[in-house]
């Protein structure tokens, strides 16, 4: 079966089946309540999820023949994965525990930190900035900036 975009076509450089599978997957069951884009780019696919809710989290991958980049936040919650089937299974956890409302995000100017509620009870947390050049963190930011519990998809 191909979705018109090369992604299911012999002697392609694909994506991993096992991701474009998850995709597809959440297309189908978040279609009531999300949006699910899924791309071709050179080499690899592209996906994008923005729920309905404003209250929720949107994310996104892309994924490459050996490396997954997952995007939660908008500075933080950035995993650079490699492709194995370890990594694959952490996106899937980590998208679907952001569907299901357990991310919470800490911002600060030029920065955020992401913290995602896994299944089994294990926090991931990635933190992230674009400050400018020179400046440097306040102390305990996390602290005492404003953060957001986001809602679930549904």
């Not at 923005?50 to 500075?75: C, H, K, M």
């Not at 952490?90 to 299901?100: C, H, N, P, Q, Y």
């Amino acid at each position: 079966m191909s979705d018109g975009h090369g992604l299911d076509e012999p002697g392609t450089d694909q994506p991993s089946a096992t991701t474009l599978r998850i995709a597809r997957q959440l297309a189908q069951e978040l279609a009531a309540v999300a949006t699910v884009e899924i791309d071709d780019c050179k080499g690899g696919i592209s996906v994008s999820v923005t729920p309905r809710n404003p209250r929720a989290r949107a994310f996104g991958w892309a994924e490459f023949s050996d490396q997954l980049i997952l995007q939660v936040g908008d500075y933080g919650g950035r995993w650079e994965l490699g492709a194995g089937p370890e990594d694959v299974a952490l996106l899937e956890d980590i998208t679907r525990s952001v569907i299901a409302g357990r991310v919470r995000e800490v911002f600060a100017p030029g920065r955020s930190a992401i913290s995602v509620l896994l299944a089994d009870g294990t926090v991931e947390t990635e933190i992230g900035g674009e400050a400018p050049a020179g400046c440097l963190p306040l102390p305990f930011w996390r602290r005492w900036s404003r953060s957001i519990q986001y809602a679930p998809y549904r």
